[in-house]
């Protein structure tokens, strides 16, 4: 069985919403999975996953939160992720999705393999939902 693990930050719930459908997606396709706040995760016990799924939303100017997600990114980046399959998800208002996209590269030029990513205007709706659930399910197929 693979095992999924989902990591977000979440303000106001927005991206917590997407995390945890993300997580029923991936869990009805038959994986393991565990849903952590990045709080309460370790880079070790993230990486140990099949498939990984990191959620934050737009924070700052078109940044990562800085007290929690981007250390942790950094943390994973510092142990290494060259090859390893990554979903990035996450909520966001006025912006145009830049965080999104610097973020992507970002994992990129350190050679995880990008499953997908998923932005989502503010709240989640079933239709946003049901794409939260899409990307669970192509990550418990890694
Ligand atoms: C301090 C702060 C900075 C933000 N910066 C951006 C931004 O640069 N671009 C953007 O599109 N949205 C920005 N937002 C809006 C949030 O991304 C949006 O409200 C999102 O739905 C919050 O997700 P959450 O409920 O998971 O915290 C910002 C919100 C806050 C509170």
């Given at each position: 069985?693979?095992?999924?693990?989902?990591?977000?930050w979440?303000g106001t719930?927005?991206?917590?919403?997407?995390a945890?459908?993300?997580a029923?997606?991936?869990k009805?396709?038959?994986?393991?999975?565990?849903l952590?706040?990045v709080?309460?995760?370790?880079?070790?016990?993230?990486?140990a996953?099949?498939?990984?799924?990191?959620g934050c939303?737009?924070?700052?100017?078109e940044?990562?939160?800085?007290?929690?997600?981007?250390?942790?990114?950094?943390?994973?980046?510092?142990?290494?992720?060259e090859?390893?399959?990554?979903?990035?998800?996450g909520s966001y208002d006025?912006?145009?999705g830049?965080?999104?996209?610097?973020?992507?590269?970002r994992?990129?030029?350190?050679?995880?393999?990008v499953?997908?990513?998923?932005?989502?205007?503010n709240?989640?709706?079933?239709?946003?939902?049901?794409?939260?659930?899409?990307?669970?399910e192509?990550?418990?197929?890694?």
């Amino acid at each position: 069985m693979k095992q999924v693990t989902v990591v977000y930050w979440s303000g106001t719930g927005n991206t917590e919403l997407m995390a945890k459908a993300v997580a029923e997606g991936a869990k009805s396709a038959g994986a393991t999975v565990k849903l952590l706040s990045v709080e309460d995760a370790s880079p070790e016990e993230v990486l140990a996953a099949d498939a990984i799924a990191l959620g934050c939303p737009a924070m700052g100017d078109e940044v990562l939160e800085e007290s929690f997600m981007d250390p942790f990114v950094e943390a994973l980046e510092g142990q290494g992720i060259e090859g390893a399959a990554l979903a990035l998800f996450g909520s966001y208002d006025w912006g145009d999705g830049r965080w999104m996209r610097e973020w992507e590269e970002r994992i990129t030029e350190h050679k995880a393999k990008v499953v997908g990513t998923l932005i989502i205007h503010n709240t989640p709706d079933e239709e946003g939902l049901a794409e939260c659930r899409t990307l669970g399910e192509k990550l418990a197929a890694q």
